[in-house]
């Protein structure tokens, strides 16, 4: 609105030019109508998304500061009542996610797919599988998605097709087909067993035999998932083509699926064997010669300057399970590869132990490619974090604990849907009801992945407002009926409400956007502590997390904080606001205190 106090006096038009005058009125009414007139149906910035944009550093890329939100879209929302969500139901809940303070969403694969391993068995790349919309409901989610400040990330799965894909059909049609060598065919043994021992990541062999060519192909997941041949140029070009696909039509980059899958040792040699048996009844095995061979990094830098000759900085997201940090620091490249591999080291602790996640902090931190760290604690493969690191009484206190160290570090965080509200992992309970191959495979000591991708809790109604079906592909928990977005909404002390507190402090403290990490209390076994620092202006957050089932007392006075005063920001589990005296800091058990420094 205009101030009026700023109006111009009348008495000063007489000083003007006739012509000076009307242009003046004309250039005021000019604006004062295109204010008025903004589309109704534009949702206005949020207040938040533009204070960190101005206080960001020109030069970083947006996905620095982002906070990315997964969104497995079979879960999330049901707009047609079949049972299966949908791109118009992710769509329909972008407000939400504007509300919450989400700068872009990772959805995974939404691709036509036989749907074996749900969608990561991709028939066809560049279009849309009808059970989740069409390339119309795909175009219009991205321009929503942009006037809420919101940019799409898609799921870019490169080891390995469908067998229905149509490139396979081609490739097992002959041997002398010109796709034959798009997949990896290798003769069996002369006893006709398969080429090698290698495994399936699913278990059993990774070799299936095709009878009518008398070959086995190559599968580091299910046989319904051959995998592509990378050191075939013409796979790699047709492949490059989906990414460009994809980002003609305004995506904002990639998280790449079994990134480090991509190549196999092309002598074939046997992977060494270790002890025990897999919960598949298979030995156990190293996947030395079929796992993060240096060839991956040729076709990283390909894919990260092909990104990079489009605007808007997209962003390169790898699965990149590695089995320590220095490794994880690879898929950084010479910053020309991956911007952000996901740290499985961090998301995979599986316990509250704050010297663990303090020294792979202080490693992610000190990684010799100088990139940007990418934390997360759940994901579509892996239970969710309510559950692995609660103790079945403080879970709610420990889910606003794990959420204070995902969103006050200096890594991009990431987010998997319904964390925000606490959802729990709810596994089936027979095997009959098990949709997930892997528990069908596996049971009962592998139960597969169902109980993480049960559907989003809206609210208390049937079927926790995802879907009007009857049946939905997974059924909703019971914890729905406390723990869902409607309730939570209203609830200042629930785990949505602290969840959005922080994200705003992300978004509005420039320690917290800016800031270096630095270490406090290193020696400390209960509490991991540290304080976020902005070189530029001076200004510094505490940050204290008591892994303890203990109250604690801390004291900050030998670390350089003597002198200075302390605000909290936000505190669980008592509310914030009160001062905070460093030499004798109280934390709660299983407590968090974000406190801005003075």
């Known amino acids: 609105m205009i101030n009026r106090r700023n109006h111009p006096k009348n008495g000063m038009l007489t000083s003007l030019t006739r012509q000076s005058a009307i242009l003046f009125l004309l250039s005021l009414f000019l604006f004062t109508a295109l204010w008025a007139e903004k589309p109704a149906n534009v949702s206005t910035p949020n207040l938040s998304i533009a204070q960190s944009d101005s ?24 707009s047609d009542g079949d049972g299966v969500g949908d791109i118009k139901g992710i769509t329909s809940r972008l407000e939400y996610l504007q509300q919450l303070g989400i700068d872009a969403v990772w959805i995974t694969p939404m691709y036509p797919s036989p749907q074996i391993d749900f969608g990561y068995d991709i028939a066809d790349y560049t279009k849309i599988d009808p059970q989740y919309g069409t390339m119309a409901d795909f175009d219009r989610l991205v321009l929503e998605a942009k006037k809420h400040n919101i940019r799409v990330i898609m799921d870019f799965v490169a080891n390995h097709t469908s067998d229905q894909n149509a490139w396979f059909v081609e490739s097992r049609s002959s041997r002398n087909n010109p796709k034959r060598d798009w997949y990896i065919w290798r003769d069996g043994k002369p006893d006709g067993q398969p080429p090698n021992n290698w495994l399936s990541w699913f278990g059993h062999s990774a070799w299936t035999l095709d009878p009518p060519t008398n070959q086995y192909y190559y599968h580091y997941f299910y046989r319904e998932q051959p995998d592509l041949n990378w050191r075939n140029p013409e796979v790699r070009n047709a492949m490059y083509d989906v990414l460009r696909f994809w980002l003609d039509r305004g995506a904002a980059g990639f998280r790449v699926d079994a990134v ?23 030995p156990n095995i190293e996947h030395k010669y079929t796992d993060n061979l240096p060839e991956v990094h040729d076709v990283l830098r390909e894919m990260r300057k092909l990104v990079d000759s489009y605007a808007g900085y997209p962003v390169l997201i790898s699965e990149a399970d590695e089995p320590n940090i220095r490794e994880l620091t690879k898929m950084y490249g010479k910053n020309d590869e991956i911007q952000l591999p996901m740290d499985f080291q961090v998301a995979d602790v599986n316990k509250l132990s704050a010297p ?29 974090q309510w559950d692995r690191y609660g103790d079945g009484v403080h879970n709610d206190e420990i889910a606003k604990l794990m959420a204070t160290l995902l969103l006050t570090t200096r890594a991009t965080p990431q ?27 596996g049971w009962p000591e592998e139960k597969g992945r169902d109980g993480e991708r049960t559907p989003m809790q809206w609210d208390a109604s049937k079927n926790a407002g995802f879907s009007q079906s009857n049946r939905p592909w997974l059924p909703v928990p019971p914890s729905a009926a406390t723990y869902n977005v409607v309730a939570e909404r209203k609830d200042q002390d629930s785990i949505l409400s602290f969840y959005r507190l922080l ?17 406090l209390n290193p020696q400390d076994p209960d509490v991991l502590s540290y304080l976020r620092k902005d070189p530029s202006s001076g200004k510094a957050v505490l940050i204290a997390l008591n892994m303890s089932s ?3 007392t801390l004291s900050f006075d030998s670390q350089g904080l003597r002198q200075r005063n302390a605000v909290i920001l936000l505190e669980s589990p008592r509310p914030g606001g009160a001062n905070l005296k460093l030499d004798a800091v109280s934390i709660q058990p299983f407590g968090a205190i974000v406190a801005a420094v003075h």
């Open 55 to 78: 206080s960001n550093k020109s030069a970083d890329p947006w996905w620095k500061h982002a906070v990315i939100y997964e969104i497995y879209p079979r879960s999330f929302q049901d």
């Open 260 to 282: 480090s899958r991509l190549f196999e040792d092309p002598d074939l040699r046997d992977d060494p064997i270790l002890p025990g048996h897999n919960a598949y009844g298979d």
């Open 356 to 384: 663990d996640f303090r020294r792979l902090l202080d490693e992610i931190e000190n990684n010799s490619a100088g990139g940007q760290p990418y934390f997360f604690f759940s994901n579509h493969d892996q239970s969710r």
């Open 415 to 441: 987010m998997y849907y319904g964390e925000e509200l606490g959802m729990r992992t709810t596994p089936p309970t027979r095997k009959e009801d098990v949709k997930d191959p892997i528990g069908k495979i």
């Open 503 to 519: 994200i705003k402090l992300r978004r509005s403290e420039p320690a917290l956007i800016n800031g270096d990490y630095v270490p």
């Open 550 to 552: 203990r109250q604690k």
